[in-house]
C-alpha cells in the first residue's frame, strides 16, 4: 500500500492540539476540520475526508494499531445503532450552539472571558497560560477556548473509546463522519 | 492432501449499518473495497481474496466473512 502526503495528516492533528497548550488562539484553525469535510461531500458528494485527509482519524488508527493501545473489541451494538449516531450528532449540535452562545455574550460584553477549557462539557480546566492576549476582541480568545473544549473533549472520547474497543471506534459516532455521510444519503439519494 | 473443493472466502459488508469512514480500503491488499457515494462500503469480489483485513480492521465491525462455493 503506498503512502501519500495526506498519510501524514495526524501530524497536524497532534500539532493541532499541542499548540493549544501555548496559544489558544490557534484553535481557531480547527474550523478547517468542520468546513473541508463538509464542503466536500456537500460539492464532490462523497466522504473523502474521512476516507483520505482526516488526521483524527489516522492518529487514532495508529495510537490503537501500530503502538498498539487498543483492545481491538468490537464496540457495543447500540454504539453504532442509528438512533445513538444521531444523537450524539444533536447534543454535539446543541453544545456547540452554547458554545456560540456563550462567545456571543463575551462579544457584546454581557459576560467577561472565561479563560478556560471544558472537558466533557463539564470539568473546567484553568487555561490562562495560553493566553497571551488578542489584538483582537476578547469574544474571539472566547470562541477559541470553546471550539479547542470541543475539540479535546472528543478526542478525549476517541482516546477511551479506542482502549476499549478499535483504534477508530470514534469514527462510528463522530459527528462530522456521521453528518458528512448523512449529506452523502441526502444528496445522492439512498438505496 | 490437495484438498480439491476449497470454499472461497469474500468480505460481505452490512452496508445499513456502515458508517462509510473507509478503514476498510485504507487495509485492503488488494484494493478491493471502495466507498460508494460516501454511503457504504462496497467490496468487489472479483478482487477479494478473503484475507480478512478489512473486517478486523473495521471499527463497527460490520464485515463478515463468509465462504461461499467453489464455481469451477
Ligand atoms: S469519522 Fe470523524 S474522525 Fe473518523 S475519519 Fe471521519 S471526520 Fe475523521
Ligand atoms: S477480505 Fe481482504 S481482500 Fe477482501 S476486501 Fe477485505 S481486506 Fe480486501
Ligand atoms: S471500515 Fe467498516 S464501517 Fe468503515 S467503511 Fe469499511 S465497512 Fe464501513
Redesign the pocket.
Known sequence: MKKHWYDYMWIVSLAYLILGFFNILFAWLGLL?FFI?LLISAVKGT?G??NRY?G??QL?GLLGGRVGLSRKRDIPKWMKSRGFRYGFLAFFFVMFFQMLWNTYLVFVGTADLKQVVTLLWTFKLPWQWAYHGTLFHPGVAQFAFGFYSVMLTSTIL?LITMVLFKP?S??VY?P??TM?QMICRVRNGRK | MERTIRRKRKAVVDTDMC?A??CCVKVCPMEAIEIWRGIAARVAEEKCVGCGKCARECPASVIEIREEGERR
Do not use: A, I, L, S
Open positions: 476540520c469535510p466522504k475526508y474521512c482526516c483524527r482519524g487514532f476517541g477508530r470514534w469514527c463522530c462530522m463522519g458528512t | 458508517v469512514c473507509g
